[in-house]
Every structure is written in structure tokens, then in C-alpha cells.
């Protein structure tokens, strides 16, 4: 529909300058088509005002009866076209197209219909289709840029001018807008982005329940991406298995991992979790938004019971000692840590100890070939060895830091609150 000419928003701007300083200094000025701003003072610099505006006005006005726009109106869409679609342009235009004509309705609404089809053409579409940059920040790539392809908003009217009131017979309360088709855009990134405004995984605050462990899922803590009009990846599902029982724990002893540390193990949480994004592709260093609880004994808070999860480093993946806190409540001890979306994973519960500490803890044995045996240095240690009853026998520092309570006693209530704030930090 259109015809595009190099100079054509050259000569639409300096066309509209000087309709807008001769409407100013003369008074109400019959419809010509041009490109305008809001504006209540003269506008020196057309051109400057018409650099990302955060709105602006095309004006169409064509002969009584004509339904087909000419050269230069087409000039002037094409300019519209270029300031409002521009890919450099940061505003997120919506589009209101407002025809005010005779009492012939049908033509009028016409040429508000040609207008709208050139949009459309020029988008290859149906309806007007907007490229844009958009500014986001994302969990994983920080803050970065991304390309949004979305339907602009638009709406039309048609008007019988001679029905209307005074002041809305003119634009800028100058410019009579009889006979013409006047189309208005305005900067809304709520309406073109959406009104989220952004994704979030989980998208609200959220336990999720084991048979000892509960994890919270604060809004967004797997994966986040704000100021854009995408919609969240489904399917996201997290499961927690938990291994506390200290029977299971002695049949297939390990340390927990570490390439210099003694990091002894009572148990460990393993989270099954579906990500929307691979966490090696991260720049952006993840937050510590999601808490890891568990009910424990007092003796396992009198030993210090601390969680350890991984952490990548340039020599790989180690296991580093969280901030292990007491958690006040009624009737139920809990542990609890922070981690974040990249330790989703295997979450070990101990104790880090020192060389000389190492006979406390476990049986040394002789050979590597003892079931359960496990090295330190050039030494072979066992975690526990059977009792006269049959039952796993254990050293008493090492008993101290499981959970071991009689089944009559034992209690599995979740406890359903959980803050990172409040708590009661488990010193070494």
C-alpha cells in the first residue's frame, strides 16, 4: 500500500514544524495532515521532538468523499511507520485509530480501515506486529536484552464531527480535526508487554514435603524473568527423598566429598528437580532464596549438626558447609539452610572434623576390603560395627550427630512455617 522515499520523514518533519509553529501563532488552523506532538509551546525542533516521543499524533486529511489516501499521506505513514515500529525505539506504542467525518459514517469508517490495513501490510500480518527491545533481567543471564514480538494494541472509532463537543473538535486545541483520520500513539508497556510483566518459577511461595525434609520455594527461586511478556515453562517439578535413617547410612558409609576437608556424613536429601534452563549456561550468580529444613534430636543440635552442598569451583565440584541455623517453634527441633537453584541436588547433613578427631568418630580397620570401609589419608575406618544385639554400634560422638529416636517417640508433623528469618545460628 505504501511507497517508501528516502527523504520522506525528512520532509514530514519539517512539514509538521511549521504547522505546529503556525498553529501556535495564528490560532485554530483548519485539518492538515502531518505529524504531530503534545505540546502547549511552539516546537522549535521537530525533528528532535520526534526521537522516541512518549507520544505522538499522525493526521490525515484527505478531499469530502475520497476513501484513497495520496503520495504525500503515504509519505507520512511511511514516517509514522518508521518512528513508531523502530526497533531502536525503546517506547511501546499502542495505537488508536479515530476517522472524524459527515454524516456518512461508512466512509469515514473506510478510511480508518485503510489505515489500519497499511499497519497490517507492513507487518505482513493480519494486524499490526511490533519488534521491539526490551530490556529484562533474568536469574540466570542477569540483566540483558531480548527481542519481543507482540500484536500492538490498537483501537478504532469512528465520529460524526459535527455531534462532538468543542474540545474535542481540535488537537492541541488548535488543529481542527474535521474531514480527517487522526491516529494516535502512545508509550504502554503494560498493555503491549502484558501485565505480569514477568515469569516466574515457582510463580508463588511454596513448600514441598518429604517424608523428614521440606524445601521452600520462595516466588521465583528456580528460574525468574522480569519486565517481559513471556509465559513461564511448564512442568517444573521437585521431589525430595530423604536418608536419615542411620541403619541405611552405616551399610554404605562415605565421607561427604571433599578433596581436603574430613567431612563426616549422618545423612543426606536428594532433590529431584525439572529445570527450565541448564545451570551451566548461568552467568549470573544464583541467590540463596531457597531453605532446606529438617526435624532433629537434641543431640544432634548439641553436636553442631551442620548441611553441606556442592559448589563449582575451578578445580570442580566440592561440597561447602551452609549456614546452618536452629529454628524456633513449639514441639519440634528443626535445622535449617539456604541454597540455591544450582544445589538442587544431593544435600548431605554432618560435621567437618580434624585429623586427630578421626579415632573418635570411627573403627580404623586393616584392610579396604571390610564391608563399608572407606580411606583417610593412607588409613581404612569403618562408621560402625555390629553390636550383641545386632544392631550397627557406634562411637558416641558419631551416634550423636543422627537421628536415632524410638519408634513410639518418633514425630514426621511437617512444620509448615518456614522464614530464613528468626532462627538460631549453629555455631561450630
Same mark, same amino acid.
Given at each position: 500500500?505504501?511507497?517508501?522515499?528516502?527523504?520522506?520523514?525528512?520532509?514530514?518533519?519539517?512539514?509538521?514544524?511549521?504547522?505546529?509553529?503556525?498553529?501556535?501563532?495564528?490560532?485554530?488552523?483548519?485539518?492538515?495532515?502531518g505529524? =504531530?506532538v503534545?505540546s502547549?509551546?511552539? /516546537?522549535?525542533?521537530? #525533528?528532535?521532538?520526534?526521537?522516541?516521543?512518549?507520544?505522538? =499524533?499522525?493526521?490525515?486529511?484527505?478531499?469530502?468523499?475520497?476513501?484513497?489516501?495520496?503520495?504525500? *499521506?503515504l509519505?507520512?505513514?511511511?514516517?509514522?511507520?518508521?518512528?513508531?515500529?523502530?526497533?531502536?525505539?525503546?517506547?511501546?506504542? &499502542?495505537?488508536?485509530?479515530?476517522?472524524?467525518?459527515?454524516?456518512?459514517?461508512?466512509?469515514?469508517?473506510?478510511?480508518?480501515?485503510?489505515?489500519?490495513?497499511?499497519?497490517?501490510?507492513?507487518?505482513?500480518?493480519?494486524?499490526?506486529?511490533?519488534?521491539?527491545?526490551?530490556?529484562?533481567h533474568?536469574?540466570? #543471564?542477569?540483566?540483558?536484552?531480548?527481542?519481543?514480538r507482540?500484536?500492538?494494541?490498537?483501537?478504532?472509532?469512528?465520529? +460524526?464531527?459535527?455531534?462532538?463537543?468543542? @474540545?474535542? +473538535?481540535?488537537?492541541?486545541?488548535?488543529?481542527?480535526?474535521?474531514?480527517?483520520?487522526?491516529?494516535?500513539?502512545?508509550?504502554?508497556?503494560?498493555?503491549?508487554?502484558?501485565?505480569?510483566? !514477568?515469569?516466574?518459577?515457582?510463580?508463588?511461595?511454596?513448600?514441598?514435603?518429604?517424608y523428614?525434609?521440606?524445601?521452600?520455594?520462595?516466588?521465583?527461586s528456580?528460574?525468574?524473568?522480569?519486565?517481559?511478556?513471556?509465559?513461564?515453562?511448564? !512442568?517444573?517439578?521437585?521431589?525430595?527423598?530423604? =536418608?536419615?535413617?542411620?541403619?541405611?547410612?552405616?551399610?554404605?558409609?562415605?565421607?561427604?566429598?571433599? +578433596?581436603?576437608?574430613?567431612?563426616?556424613?549422618?545423612?543426606?536429601?536428594?532433590?529431584?528437580? #525439572?529445570l527450565?534452563?541448564?545451570?551451566?549456561?548461568?552467568?549470573? /550468580?544464583?541467590?540463596?532464596?531457597?531453605? /532446606?529444613?529438617?526435624?532433629? &534430636?537434641?543431640? #544432634?543440635? *548439641?553436636?553442631?549438626?551442620?548441611?553441606?552442598a556442592?559448589? +563449582?569451583?575451578?578445580?570442580?565440584?566440592?561440597?561447602?558447609?551452609?549456614p546452618?541455623?536452629?529454628?524456633?517453634?513449639?514441639?519440634?527441633?528443626?535445622?535449617?539452610?539456604?541454597?540455591?537453584? @544450582?544445589?538442587? *541436588?544431593?544435600?548431605?547433613?554432618?560435621?567437618r572434623?580434624?585429623?586427630k578427631?578421626?579415632?573418635?568418630?570411627?573403627?580404623?580397620?586393616?584392610?579396604p576390603?571390610?564391608?563399608?570401609?572407606?580411606?583417610?589419608?593412607?588409613?581404612?575406618?569403618?562408621?560402625?560395627?555390629?553390636?550383641?544385639?545386632?544392631?550397627?554400634?557406634l562411637?558416641?560422638?558419631?551416634?550423636?550427630?543422627?537421628?536415632?529416636?524410638?519408634?513410639?517417640?518418633?514425630? @514426621?508433623?511437617?512444620?509448615?512455617?518456614? &522464614?530464613?528469618?528468626?532462627?538460631?545460628?549453629?555455631?561450630?
Amino acid at each position: 500500500m505504501g511507497k517508501n522515499k528516502s527523504n520522506s520523514l525528512i520532509v514530514s518533519l519539517k512539514r509538521c514544524a511549521l504547522l505546529v509553529v503556525a498553529v501556535l501563532c495564528s490560532g485554530p488552523l483548519a485539518a492538515q495532515s502531518g505529524l =504531530y506532538v503534545p505540546s502547549a509551546k511552539p /516546537v522549535r525542533d521537530m #525533528q528532535k521532538a520526534l526521537t522516541n516521543p512518549e507520544a505522538f =499524533y499522525l493526521l490525515l486529511s484527505g478531499p469530502e468523499g475520497a476513501t484513497a489516501y495520496s503520495e504525500d *499521506d503515504l509519505d507520512l505513514l511511511d514516517s509514522a511507520y518508521g518512528i513508531a515500529f523502530s526497533l531502536d525505539n525503546p517506547m511501546l506504542y &499502542t495505537m488508536t485509530i479515530e476517522g472524524y467525518g459527515g454524516a456518512d459514517e461508512n466512509l469515514t469508517k473506510q478510511r480508518v480501515d485503510a489505515v489500519y490495513r497499511y499497519f497490517a501490510m507492513r507487518s505482513h500480518a493480519q494486524f499490526p506486529i511490533r519488534y521491539a527491545r526490551n530490556p529484562i533481567h533474568c536469574s540466570c #543471564q542477569g540483566d540483558t536484552t531480548e527481542v519481543l514480538r507482540f500484536e500492538v494494541p490498537v483501537s478504532t472509532a469512528v465520529y +460524526r464531527y459535527a455531534e462532538l463537543p468543542e @474540545t474535542r +473538535r481540535l488537537l492541541n486545541k488548535s488543529v481542527d480535526l474535521k474531514g480527517s483520520v487522526l491516529i494516535t500513539f502512545r508509550n504502554n508497556p503494560d498493555e503491549c508487554v502484558g501485565s505480569a510483566r !514477568g515469569c516466574y518459577v515457582p510463580r508463588e511461595d511454596s513448600t514441598v514435603y518429604g517424608y523428614y525434609a521440606s524445601l521452600l520455594l520462595s516466588k521465583g527461586s528456580v528460574y525468574a524473568v522480569e519486565n517481559t511478556k513471556d509465559t513461564c515453562p511448564g !512442568g517444573l517439578q521437585i521431589k525430595i527423598d530423604d =536418608y536419615l535413617d542411620y541403619k541405611y547410612i552405616m551399610e554404605r558409609y562415605r565421607l561427604i566429598p571433599h +578433596r581436603k576437608q574430613i567431612l563426616v556424613q549422618a545423612g543426606f536429601i536428594v532433590v529431584h528437580c #525439572q529445570l527450565p534452563v541448564a545451570l551451566d549456561s548461568c552467568s549470573e /550468580v544464583q541467590k540463596d532464596s531457597i531453605f /532446606v529444613r529438617i526435624p532433629v &534430636t537434641q543431640e #544432634q543440635l *548439641d553436636a553442631k549438626l551442620k548441611f553441606f552442598a556442592k559448589v +563449582r569451583t575451578s578445580r570442580g565440584m566440592e561440597y561447602k558447609q551452609l549456614p546452618t541455623r536452629k529454628v524456633p517453634g513449639k514441639g519440634v527441633l528443626a535445622l535449617q539452610a539456604p541454597v540455591n537453584v @544450582t544445589q538442587l *541436588d544431593t544435600i548431605y547433613l554432618g560435621k567437618r572434623i580434624q585429623d586427630k578427631e578421626v579415632s573418635k568418630y570411627f573403627y580404623e580397620v586393616s584392610s579396604p576390603t571390610e564391608a563399608a570401609s572407606f580411606a583417610i589419608g593412607d588409613r581404612f575406618y569403618v562408621a560402625s560395627r555390629p553390636g550383641k544385639d545386632g544392631q550397627p554400634e557406634l562411637k558416641k560422638p558419631l551416634k550423636q550427630l543422627f537421628r536415632i529416636i524410638p519408634d513410639q517417640e518418633e514425630d @514426621t508433623t511437617p512444620v509448615k512455617t518456614i &522464614t530464613p528469618k528468626g532462627e538460631e545460628i549453629i555455631e561450630e
